[in-house]
């Protein structure tokens, strides 16, 4: 068989698993697909049959339309392959959106040649009675078709492979299963809550996956860097399910940037080879070595760098103290109260430009509320300094309005026209229709148009108070309402022509200094993500304008993690009174507190989570050496 993806074992000393690392997941999942059809092929040629071992999830989707493509395009056929799915939830029905049998349907077996005959997936409609047999006839198969010659995974935030969560042992079968909360919990956005989410599971065995000829693990973003890294440099342990891989002679890891972010050749290069001492290597460098020393960057020795391996910063760049001075004034240099520049100052070592004084900016929000979220307290500063500032909520933010506050709103319309006897057959028409549906609503079932811009209207009306709570006029408020995301599911579509034009035309008409935009990569959502593809792509259109010139574009992170602090270039401190502020702006949405519909595994609010976020990257910059503030909100500038 040939393997496509080239792995390297330049990493031996800290990475026991072969990992190959993509710019990004499209690039990654092209050469995962093109590795499968060479398989096929081959098998092809010896006429005999290729045996699948197929994983779901929004993880390896972008393989199965390389390889519907590959089907279209180049004849690729499917006839000689025998498939087998990992897992599914239990209890569920075939036919239920959340089924893993409806996602293979849906996302590959109803767009390619393969025998239906082929398709093995577990029954999450059997009775428990029968899971026993069921399990081991589902074995009994794979071992008729000669064993799994490629089996795709995922890992799950826990270290799961399959279903299999932490405990699971090595020689374990395919088997029911009680899943983690964690799993769970990820699994709510499909489900519209954890409280949908079934509590068992029918999964391949650990023993089962390692019995594959060729194993190919898939990881995307930042939220699966930490089990990634355990997984590949920690001990085989039964808590991390995805460590058995260690003993697998045939199992690479394909990660993107971001999933990769926490290994040690990314996080600590200088311990795994030689390396360019850049400016920004020479600050991760020291940063590194002062959070793990334990000690302010200004008091770090010459032992200090050589017991850490960094000798060959000393030999190259001086002792310890030049090197700890250097590095301090770089940090020093991002802190500014003035986001927006400060006038008449010297901006020779300040993040932002002093002129012009008064700045148009265009702040781009995901969602109503990720502006106050993420960059309220910069948000309050730039408005309160006399900048022209334009607020851009790029979705309406439907889907995560629950129902029964849905429901409130037509309700107390309807009471608010009985009161002043205005006669609306129209309202109560959406009234009934509205509740007649969510009393018969099923799990994951799109809401009626009517209820959907109910649901947008409400966070319309939260952003907009946010909006004037800060400052914001309304003539500076833009609501985008982007194509891609009108789908009513948690679903979305591609960011199209039109979200392209829509991003592109609001920035020629503002002609910004400054864009702000999210540039979390780990919101659970995904749509931070395609949000932010959208201005890059509107960006490369018409970056050639002269007022482009003058435009910089800054990115912050949502409510669930922070920059690296030695990639941080502007970071803007808040007193207390400004956090404060910060919280009263985010209760103006008071549909995402008290329980939103995506809560995911961490159950605070977000006023609560964007503080304690903004405090710790206040007290990691006094931990090395620097000024002590209340909580600090930070950038990324992204040039272009």
Known sequence: MTTTIQTSHTFTSFEKIPVTIF??????????????????????????????????????????????????????????????????????????IQSYKYFMQENLFNHIDIEPDNCHILDGEIGLE????????????????????????????????????????ISSVTRLITLDRITRSDAAIDFSGIANVPRKAITMGVNTILSAKRIVLLAWGERKAEIIKLAVEGPVSEFVPASYLQAHQNTSFVLDDAAAALLTRKKAPWLTEDVEWTKQMIKKAV??????????????????????????????????????????????????????????????????????????????????????????????????????????????????????????????????????????????????GSDSFLKQKKSGETDIKELRFVKGLIRKGEARNTCRFVGIPDDNIHYLNL???????????????????????????????????????????????????????????IKHLEFMKDCWLWLYKGAWAEWDIDVIEMAVPMSPEQVLKKRYGIFKHQSQKDGVVFQGTDSREFWQRAEERNRATATLYNKLGLAEYEAMEAFVRWPF
């Not at 395009?73 to 029905?93: A, M, R, T, W």
């Open 23 to 96: 710019s990004d997941a499209q690039e990654a999942c092209k050469a995962v697909a093109i590795e499968i059809a060479e398989l096929i092929r081959s098998k092809q040629r010896e006429g005999s049959n290729t045996v699948l071992g197929l994983a779901t999830g929004a993880t390896p989707k972008k393989i199965y339309q390389q390889l519907i493509q590959m089907y279209r395009e180049e004849g690729l056929s499917f006839k000689n392959v025998i498939c087998f799915n990992l897992d599914e939830y239990f209890p569920i029905s075939g036919e239920s």
């Open 130 to 169: 029968n899971i026993k047999q069921h399990c081991e006839h589902y074995e009994g198969l794979i071992k008729t078709a000669g064993g799994i010659d490629f089996q795709l995974l995922g890992i799950g935030r826990n270290g799961h492979i399959g279903f299999n969560e932490p405990g699971s042992h």
């Open 287 to 432: 940063i590194h070595l002062a959070l793990s020393c334990e000690k302010p960057i200004l008091k770090l020795t010459n032992n200090d760098y050589n017991e850490n391996g960094l000798s060959s910063l000393l030999v190259l760049h001086g002792n310890a103290y030049d090197i700890n001075i250097k590095v301090f004034n770089w940090l020093q240099h991002t802190i500014t109260g003035w986001p927006g520049g400060k006038p008449g100052a010297d901006d020779t070592h300040r993040p932002e430009r002093a002129t012009p004084s008064r700045k148009r900016v265009l702040i781009f929000s995901p969602h109503p509320d990720d502006d106050i979220i993420s960059m309220g307290g910069t948000f309050q500063r730039l408005a309160d300094q006399g900048h022209e500032v334009h607020v851009a909520y790029q979705t309406s933010g439907n889907i995560a309005v629950a129902d029964d506050e849905a429901f409130r709103f037509v309700e107390f319309v309807k009471d608010f026209n009985k009161q002043f006897q205005i006669n609306s057959p129209e309202l109560e028409k959406i009234f009934n």
């Open 483 to 541: 194509p891609f995301y009108e789908t009513g599911t948690v679903e979305k579509k591609p960011i199209g022509e039109d979200d392209v034009n829509i991003i592109a035309s609001l920035i020629q008409k503002i002609k910004p200094h400054q864009i702000f935009a999210a540039g979390d990569l780990a919101d659970p959502h995904g749509t931070h993500k395609v949000c932010l593809d959208g201005i890059f792509e509107a960006i490369k259109r």
